[in-house]
């Protein structure tokens, strides 16, 4: 069966930066979009950023130009750097796989990964 395990969540300052890494085995990973989703305290789940098997990213409005996807089709991974992080960033973070067409439809979860920014 597909599993994903993500890694690199933590705590980090105001303004600080994390790498999170998402392995993942059981897929044709390649063929496969790739996203990263957020769920904070009280809140809903809400998506972040996914990329698609050509490679095109999108992100939410509310870390563009701070968080950056990326895959590794060679290793079956997936990134989510993230930079200039802000207390309303602290949530658990988790890694997906699933499809794009027109939007992105993930199909499996991680178990994710606490982010915690302190102010």
């Known amino acids: 069966q597909v599993q994903l395990v993500e890694s690199g969540g933590g705590l980090v300052q105001d303004g600080g930066s994390l790498r999170l890494s998402c392995a993942v085995s059981?897929?044709?990973?390649?063929?496969?979009?790739m996203g990263w989703y957020r769920q904070a305290p009280g809140k809903q789940r809400e998506l972040v950023a996914f990329i698609t098997r050509a490679g095109t990213t999108v992100y939410a409005d509310f870390v563009k130009g701070r968080f950056t996807i990326s895959r590794d089709n060679a290793n079956n991974m997936v990134y989510l750097q993230m930079n200039s992080l802000k207390p309303e960033d602290t949530a658990v973070y988790y890694c997906?796989?699933?499809?794009?067409?027109?939007?992105?439809?993930?199909?499996?979860w991680g178990q994710g990964t606490q982010v915690t920014v302190s102010s």
């Open positions: 059981g897929s044709i990973f390649s063929i496969y979009a």
């Open positions: 997906t796989q699933g499809n794009y067409r027109g939007n992105y439809y993930p199909d499996h």
